[in-house]
């Protein structure tokens, strides 16, 4: 007896008002079915194969297929010899390149031993005061096989100096250095502080080290464009795109004023973005910074070459998003905001350790967050295929809003000046305020839950006891520097330091006299000290 077969997939459901209107972290709507009707008209034009302009499937045509991302732990504590060692330690495991967290006194220009350094050395990553330092932190690392990326800023010409200087040292050719320096200072001045000139000069070096490294060092990123720290100060993705690639567009702008060929640097740009907990939200997000930043070269600046179009991004997921509570869930959270950087198609990945809400990463933590991404690469298929979300009404929809709600603030930016003046007159270190307002208010009132904080909370138990720096690393730094300088040739060491001061006053490229001096033993903060008597220092509320 034949039995008629059963039909499939479910009748279709009557719909049902939403109780309650769902929107995305940034506030974008979200309705409860997406179809047909949801997608661009110009869909197919602006959403072409993996590989083709405008590159919202991916930069490479075969993506992870052809290569994964590199796992790029970021690591940097005490001593250059305690990171060497964990930096040894990760590498052995599996990481694939570097990623380098310099202390508050290195970030700002400071030696470790000078006052303004006491209590932070060490202490937030690892302190670099002059090129033993360096030498220590890269020991036993091949330099012309390892990729670097240096979270540094301020002082980005002087880490990517003792850098070169130790390949110089190894008689490794600076043409097979690969790495990137972040070198991003507008950020800075919006929602870090960790800025020591006035914009004019900090501008000036930042385009020192685009000259420098398109002649020098040629696969060095001379910049890393970097919406991470506006994210992490309250920003929405919709602002966390729009003011990163207004950043973008004002360093390509600066490059071409000083003549360098923008199509050149562009291919040397490099993009830092933030993974947040909405899945969808973030996949979106890097679809449509691709696109738009392909689609701005060519509109102002007229760039046609194909790779220089090309958006690249390291990712780091959110350091904001986990919590001292329930410190393991943050597992689960970092799981997902790394898996939306990878279906997102990044080129570089950063999962931070569960337990960075308490301390620095531990060593055990920091070999899960690296495993977290083996999972990711080897486990869960999702590098199986290109884009995979790709035709998803609902991601689809979210790429074309966030693009859209994007180049609207650009649009106001170019109305204020651009990004200097609407920085200068508080407009946009505002708006991330407002935003970090609104998603405190939200999580405050219950209205967004965090799981572990204000929903499902429980009587915790006792936390392992978190990692602590060493205290003596601050007094071994002292008297190390002080035999460092007592040691060298003062008088050499001196004629460096005049000339960089008399470059300093001039129009010359500022990196190779800021090399020579630390190849004097001139120390960084000595070498700053200088730039701060030509430059001057800025200080908040002071005009852009």
Request: aromatic residues 8%; charged residues 20%.
């Amino acid at each position: 007896m034949s039995r008629s077969p059963k039909p499939r997939g479910r009748a279709a459901a009557t719909p049902q008002p939403d109780v309650k209107p769902r929107r995305t972290p940034s506030d974008l709507p979200v309705r409860a079915v997406y179809g047909p009707a949801d997608l661009p008209a110009d869909l197919g034009a602006r959403t072409p194969l993996p590989g083709e302009a405008p590159y919202t499937r991916g930069v490479h045509p075969g993506m992870y297929r052809s290569r994964l991302w590199t796992m790029r732990q970021y690591a940097g504590f005490g001593s250059a010899a305690q990171t060497n060692e964990r930096f040894r330690f990760l590498l052995g495991q599996g990481q694939t390149g570097l990623s380098v967290a310099f202390d508050l006194p290195t970030q700002m220009g400071y030696d470790s031993d000078h006052a303004l350094a006491r209590g932070e050395v060490g202490k937030v990553g690892v302190a670099i005061s002059c090129l033993a330092d360096m030498e220590q932190l890269l020991d036993q690392i091949p330099l012309d096989q390892v990729s670097t990326s240096m979270t540094i800023n301020s002082t980005a010409p002087l880490l990517l100096a003792f850098y070169v200087a130790v390949a110089d040292g190894r008689g490794t050719s600076r043409e097979k250095l690969n790495g990137t320096v972040q070198n991003d200072v507008l950020k800075e001045y919006i929602a870090r502080g960790t800025y020591i000139y006035p914009p004019a000069p900090s501008l000036r070096l930042i385009t020192d080290v685009f000259e420098f490294t398109a002649q020098q060092v040629p696969q060095w990123n001379s910049i890393s464009v970097s919406g991470y720290h506006m994210r992490e100060a309250g920003s929405t993705a919709v602002q966390e795109l729009a003011f990163t690639l207004a950043d973008g567009l004002t360093y390509l702008a600066a490059a071409r004023e000083r003549g360098l060929d923008a199509a050149k640097i562009a291919k040397r740009i490099s993009f830092f973005f933030n993974a947040h907990n909405h899945l969808f939200e973030e996949v979106a997000k890097f679809r449509a910074a691709r696109r738009m930043w392909a689609e701005l070269l060519h509109e102002r600046f007229g760039i046609t070459d194909p790779e220089a179009r090309k958006l690249r991004f390291h990712t780091q997921t959110a350091g904001s998003m986990l919590t001292a509570q329930q410190p393991l869930n943050n597992v689960v959270r970092v799981a997902v905001q790394g898996l939306a950087a990878v279906l997102g198609g990044t080129q570089s990945l950063h999962t931070n350790s569960f337990d960075e809400a308490l301390s620095l990463p531990s060593q055990s933590s920091a070999l899960l967050a690296l495993r977290t991404q083996q999972v990711l690469a080897f486990e869960s298929g999702a590098t199986d295929a290109v884009d995979p979300l790709a035709g998803s009404y609902f991601v689809e929809a979210l790429t074309d809003e966030l693009e859209t709600r994007a180049r609207a603030l650009i649009t106001h930016v170019d109305e204020m000046g651009g990004m200097r003046a609407a920085i200068e007159n508080g407009w946009v270190q505002e708006q991330i305020h407002l935003a970090a307002y609104q998603w405190q208010r939200d999580v405050e009132s219950g209205e967004r839950t965090v799981v572990g904080v204000n929903k499902f909370v429980e009587n915790e138990t006792p936390a392992a006891a978190p990692f602590k720096q060493d205290p003596r690393v601050e007094e071994e730094r002292a008297a190390f520097l002080a035999d460092w300088r007592a040691s060298r040739d003062a008088g050499t060491c001196a004629a460096a330091l005049a000339a960089l001061e008399r470059d300093a006053r001039g129009t010359a490229n500022l990196v190779p006299p800021i090399l020579a001096a630390l190849t004097a033993r001139a120390t960084l903060g000595e070498v700053c000290d200088v730039m701060r008597g030509v430059f001057g220092v800025h200080r908040p509320g002071d005009k852009l």
